[in-house]
T-cell receptor, first 116, second 115 residues
């Protein structure tokens, strides 16, 4: 089966600009996650969707970050306006089962964002 | 609070040496899963293993083995006879049965295997 697809792979923007990332999870996977991975750190959850509903967005900086998952399939994550500290790799992941806590996640290759 | 600690930031070994990556976790929950993921230079995290909190049996898969000890809250990962292709960042993660099933990752250990 095809893996989790993300685009673009790399993005360089100036601070205060806006940027959007796209993710297409594995077909049939109900749960989709967006993680932020700052250099030298582990991934940190930004938002979790189950189908097209938000399950957890407690760590999403809502003043500048937004995400949607229309029709419960692919998803976009947007940053507007970007700050220097948003420089990171943004990883998308999906899991097969709905809300299962023991299921391994499948990750995309990520989008490396550099804000200058 | 839940937390995963990987104290080793970077480890370098020579090919064919054995290496152990440490993972210590904190949680008050009694039902949870622990995971190891590998992140090669290409960027995606690749699932290696999961272990639930009720199963303390060690596991071996080829050159990989895992040692889970609830008494010390540790879930260590050993690579036997390391190879250059093992070079990557390895993450330990915790997932709780309560809450929203998100992963809590450690900061990762970068393993460099030198030829």
């Amino acid at each position: 089966e095809a893996g989790v697809a993300q685009s673009p792979r790399y993005k360089i923007i100036e601070k205060r600009q806006s940027v959007a990332f796209w993710c297409n999870p594995i077909s049939g996977h109900a749960t989709l996650y967006w993680y932020q991975q700052i250099l030298g750190q582990g991934p940190k959850l930004l938002i979790q969707f189950q189908n097209n509903g938000v399950v957890d967005d407690s760590q999403l900086p809502k003043d500048r970050f937004s995400a949607e998952r229309l029709k419960g399939v692919d998803s976009t994550l947007k940053i507007q306006p970007a700050k220097l500290e948003d420089s990171a790799v943004y990883l998308c992941a999906s899991t097969r089962d709905r809300g299962r806590w023991d299921t391994e996640a499948f990750f995309g290759q990520g989008t490396r964002l550099t804000v200058v | 609070a839940q937390k995963v600690t990987q104290a080793q930031t970077e480890i370098s070994v020579v090919e064919k040496e054995d290496v152990t990556l440490d993972c210590v976790y904190e949680t008050r929950d009694t039902t949870y899963y622990l995971f190891w993921y590998k992140q090669p230079p290409s960027g995606e995290l690749v699932f290696l293993i999961r272990r639930n909190s009720f199963d303390e049996q060690n596991e071996i898969s080829g050159r990989y083995s895992w040692n889970f000890q609830k008494s010390t809250s540790s879930f260590n990962f050993t690579i036997t006879a390391s190879q250059v292709v093992d070079s990557a960042v390895y993450f330990c993660a915790l997932s709780l049965a309560s809450g929203t099933y998100k992963y809590i990752f450690g900061t990762g250990t970068r393993l460099k295997v030198l030829a």
